[in-house]
């Protein structure tokens, strides 16, 4: 989540980055359109230079991207559609979070080797899934090879958001809710932390945005920065 306190002009996006609005998971078509439209509005620097998928191509590790199978299948059509290439090292494992099964028997099956450490990134997931369903990413995780990272963003309780960021995050709110993809589960920092330590993951740290101001926005001329109201934790295995 990011805010912008700007005047909000700019050039207008041309009308292809609108035509896929409507797609099965709104949420997801949202994200893509805004990493697409900040790199064409925003000047430099740019929180995030989109060129990861020609950087993916030449990485000889497995990469697999888990979503729910219907809008994954969608992704993979878009992507045929404009006749982008698939990296060789990317695989798609369709899986429902809340489907009770196994996302750990759904990577194996698109190739991933859960005797290797990886890195198990939960993106702007876990706001929509139940505190069971995240539990059981933190158990299953857990159990895999040591030397994997666990890195999740989760959305902050609105008690425990910086003040002036309240009214942010609760529009954010409804508007996913009057979308159809509601927010699910919020949590303080320290529940979200204890959840991965009770769930058998270790070092559990709490990557505020105050650090990624610090990190990553300072000297910028246009107050562009993380909302406080979602954070990340780190956690190894
Ligand atoms: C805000 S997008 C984030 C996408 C991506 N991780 C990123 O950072 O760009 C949320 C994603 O979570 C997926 N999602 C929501 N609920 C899910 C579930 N129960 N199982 C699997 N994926 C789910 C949506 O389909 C969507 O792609």
């Not at 299948?73 to 045929?80: F, G, P, S, T």
């Not at 695989?91 to 990577?107: H, I, M, N, T, Y």
């Not at 927010?183 to 990624?212: D, K, M, R, V, Y």
Request: with cysteine.
């Amino acid at each position: 989540m990011v805010k912008h306190r700007g005047d909000g002009t700019g050039p207008d996006l041309p009308a292809q980055y609108f035509d896929t609005i409507g797609a099965p998971d709104v949420t997801a078509v949202i994200t893509a359109l805004w990493r697409r439209a900040h790199m064409i509005l925003d000047g430099e620097p740019h929180v995030l230079d989109d060129d990861l998928g020609f950087w993916l191509a030449d990485m000889p590790e497995v990469l697999a991207e888990v979503d729910r199978p219907r809008t994954q299948h969608w992704k993979q059509a878009r992507l045929h559609a404009l006749g982008l290439p698939v990296p060789k090292a990317l695989r798609f494992a369709p899986f429902d979070f809340e489907s009770g099964g196994s996302w750990v028997a759904a990577l194996g099956d698109a190739g991933f080797d859960p005797a290797s450490p990886a890195v198990v990134a939960l993106a702007g997931l876990t706001q929509y899934l139940t505190q069971d369903a995240i539990q059981q990413t933190m158990r299953d995780v857990a159990g895999l090879a040591p030397g994997t990272t666990y890195v999740a963003t989760f959305i902050v309780s609105p008690e425990a958001a910086d003040p002036a960021d309240r009214e942010l995050i609760a529009l954010t709110a409804q508007i996913n809710k009057a979308r159809g993809t509601p927010w699910l589960s919020t949590f303080t920092p320290g529940q979200f932390a204890h959840l991965a330590q009770e769930s058998g993951l270790h070092n559990p740290t709490i990557i505020t945005s105050a650090t990624l101001t610090d990190r990553y926005f300072t000297g910028r001329g246009d107050a562009l920065g993380p909302c406080s109201g979602e954070q990340i934790l780190t956690a190894a295995v």
